[in-house]
């Protein structure tokens, strides 16, 4: 016997829309796929550069407070002579002694800091080798003020919502659940499908001349 089924779905399942759904959701799952990776490089890249210039308004920061460090011993230096020949009363020595204290600490602080930030810095830029907070951080580019002249408000502003990962992925979003909505609609009809069989059947004393008798 030799025959041929065909199954056509009358309610679930029947049309393209629904059909191609799937298709369309992977599609769209795709894109969002790229947008996500996007808005992760466009964050990363974002966060390096944040943190190089923290670094080096760190480096600043322990330049400056050296600095006045250095102002506030040599003053201690100058009080303790000035006390030393009575023209300044010992009581002054107190203010200034706390002053080099306070200084002390403000360099030790910005010390602190700037070793964290560049652990932070090396740990975004992942460089290749082995112990890698031993790694000395050189900046090439100190901080300037960029010399471009910025466009209209608006014009950012346009590019922005077309362009944000996030804004673009919600959009995608949107898509893909009415793809879905399609799907669960036609999944709650009920199953009916229209089946045509097509047949002939040969019979003999051997399979070769049933297929003959099928053959006519």
Not at 178 to 188: A, C, E, F, I, S
């Amino acid at each position: 016997r030799f025959g041929i089924t065909f199954t056509q779905a009358l309610l679930r399942g029947f049309g393209t829309q629904v059909n191609v759904a799937r298709l369309r959701q992977a599609r769209l799952d795709t894109r969002l796929t790229e947008y996500e990776l996007r808005g992760f490089t466009e964050f990363l890249v974002a966060q390096v550069e944040r943190t190089y210039w923290d670094y080096a308004l760190a480096r600043r920061q322990i330049e400056i407070f050296e600095e006045s460090l250095k102002l506030a011993r040599q003053q201690l230096s100058e009080t303790e002579e000035l006390i030393g020949v009575g023209r300044l009363a010992e009581a002054e020595l107190a203010a200034v002694q706390a002053e080099v204290a306070a200084q002390e600490q403000g360099l030790i602080n910005a010390r602190s800091n700037m070793e964290s930030i560049r652990l932070q810095l090396l740990r975004l830029l992942n460089p290749p080798g082995i112990r890698l907070w031993q790694r000395r951080v050189d900046l090439i580019h100190q901080p300037t003020l960029p010399e471009i002249k910025l466009d209209d408000v608006d014009q950012y502003v346009a590019v922005s919502m077309r362009m944000r990962p996030e804004l673009n992925e919600a959009r995608l979003g949107i898509l893909r659940d009415d793809l879905q909505l399609v799907r669960t609609k036609n999944g709650l009809l009920p199953l009916m499908d229209l089946f045509i069989t097509l047949g002939k059947s040969g019979y003999a004393d051997s399979f070769g001349e049933s297929v003959s008798n099928i053959s006519g």
